[in-house]
């Protein structure tokens, strides 16, 4: 199994921008499509997006698309999730997985979870 490490969460006004990573421990990381979920207190782990092995397919939930891109860096086993035109609505923990069969949208497809950043877009 992965080792994932998430970084870049804080606090940012409305209308501002971040950039999430996720540095996976192992070479591995290239075989593995990964996704980006999002959890709230006493909420279910919501689907975010994902990006194939290659990078060249991506999907997004409705609510974040336009504004986020999924990305990924094969060669520095790293995911990324660049965060634009932030809300309060999105305030959460995300976390970075890797995806080990079915649906890309449910978080029961999914191995290798990294601990959590947590996303704060005040008002």
């Known amino acids: 199994q992965l080792q994932l490490v998430e970084s870049g969460g804080g606090l940012v006004q409305a209308g501002g921008s971040l950039r999430l990573s996720c540095v996976a421990s192992a070479s591995t990381f290239s075989r593995y499509a990964m996704g980006w979920f999002r959890q709230a207190p006493w909420k279910e782990r919501e689907f975010v997006a994902p990006?194939?092995?290659?990078?060249?397919?991506?999907l997004y939930a409705d609510s974040v698309k336009s504004r986020f891109t999924i990305t990924r860096d094969n060669a520095k086993n790293t995911v990324y999730l660049q965060m634009n035109s932030l809300n309060p609505e999105v305030t959460d923990v995300y976390y970075c997985a890797a995806h080990v069969e079915g649906s890309y949208y449910k978080r029961e497809s999914y191995g290798s979870w990294g601990q959590g950043t947590k996303v704060t877009v005040s008002s």
């Open positions: 990006i194939s092995v290659s990078g060249g397919s991506t």
